[in-house]
């Protein structure tokens, strides 16, 4: 059975880091484009950053853009968000999540072309 199991949550002050993990078991993932999205309470799910594959193309939405970075081991298969500078509007569940499809820009950003979805890790961002 595959799973995405994310790992790194917690509680963190503002301005502080986070790093959550997403170790896919099962199978390789180092084909898969990766996203990662989160879901506040109250609110629909949104997407927060995803890369190809290979890293090649990268995608953040334009709240995290220069305080988070999406990367990707391929050879442990795993994918990481470095989220640096949090802020209170980070509090949320983050989910990762695995493409098997060649997307789009626009795909990369909804969350309806993703395959596999984790199980969301906890971030809290106090003030």
């Known amino acids: 059975q595959v799973q995405l199991v994310e790992s790194g949550g917690g509680l963190v002050q503002a301005g502080g880091s986070l790093r959550l993990s997403c170790a896919p078991s099962g199978r390789t993932f180092s084909s898969y484009a990766m996203g990662w999205f989160r879901q506040a309470p109250g609110k629909e799910r949104e997407f927060v950053a995803a890369?190809?594959?290979?890293?090649?193309?990268?995608y953040y939405t334009d709240s995290v853009k220069g305080r988070f970075t999406i990367s990707r081991d391929n050879a442990k298969n795993t994918v990481y968000l470095q989220m640096n500078s949090l802020k209170p509007e980070d509090t949320a569940v983050y989910y990762c999540a695995a493409a098997g499809s060649v997307l789009t820009q626009r795909q990369f950003i909804s969350g309806q072309y993703y395959d596999y979805w984790g199980q969301g890790t906890q971030v809290t961002v106090s003030s």
């Open positions: 890369n190809s594959w290979n890293g090649g193309r990268t």
